[in-house]
């Protein structure tokens, strides 16, 4: 089963297929539970900041030898070159999976969704990405029975889960676009493929 976005492409592989792979967005689209689809998302982030990071200093794994705060990752990935504008919106998706972490029976605020939405929709204006509110998700393979299936999640009508996974998957996008940029500027062999992706339409 993979996860497209219906008008364009949202698969990569090449390197950064070790770390963005589709199960993960998969999974976030099939866990009904908010905290767990948020969660998932937050490592999947963590990943990203370990990957600049490394790869900035030209270090295997920077962060290894003990417990390092994802908070002070996103600091020194800053420190080492992130953008001032993605710097501010993982750090409100780190306040979103903070507020489940240390609040009892927490759930997606809309507020701050669509506080994060407009940031996101603003950021790395040069990625061919789509608004949040004009993305769609399409979710493709066999269900239980093995017969062929597909869902299509779009914003409108969409619980706060599903929105903040559109969120998510649009910021992945720029983010991804933003990193493959900056490591050419910096001479840094890493290569995101592009994998065009079967449209729902």
């Known amino acids: ?3 497209d976005v219906t008008d364009n492409h949202v698969a990569v592989g090449a390197d950064f297929s070790r770390i963005f792979e589709p199960k993960d967005f998969l999974a ?3 866990i009904p539970d908010e905290a767990l689809c948020v969660l998932r998302a937050h490592l999947i982030l963590e990943e990203f900041l370990n990957l600049w990071s490394g790869k900035v200093t030209g270090t295997e794994d920077l962060y290894a030898g003990g417990f390092v705060a994802f908070k002070t990752k ?3 990935s ?3 070159g992130l953008s001032n504008e993605l710097f501010i919106i993982i750090d409100k998706i780190n306040e979103i999976r903070n507020r489940f972490s240390h609040r009892k029976g927490h759930v997606l605020e809309a507020s701050m969704l669509e506080s994060l939405k407009t940031k996101i929709d603003l950021a790395v204006p040069e990625a061919p990405v789509l608004k949040c509110e004009e993305f769609s ?3 493709g393979g066999r269900n239980q029975h093995g017969k062929p299936a597909q869902i299509t999640h779009e914003w409108k009508g969409a619980d706060t889960r599903i929105r ?3 969120i998510f998957m649009a910021f992945m996008l720029k983010f991804t676009h933003w990193i493959q940029g900056a ?3 910096r001479g840094i062999s890493y290569e995101i493929a592009a994998v065009p992706a079967q449209s729902s339409k």
């Open 1 to 3: 089963m993979n996860t």
């Open 28 to 30: 976030m689209i099939n």
């Open 74 to 76: 996103l600091i020194i």
């Open 78 to 80: 800053k420190n080492l």
């Open 137 to 139: 998700l399409w979710a």
């Open 164 to 166: 903040f996974l559109i």
């Open 183 to 185: 490591f050419n500027a």
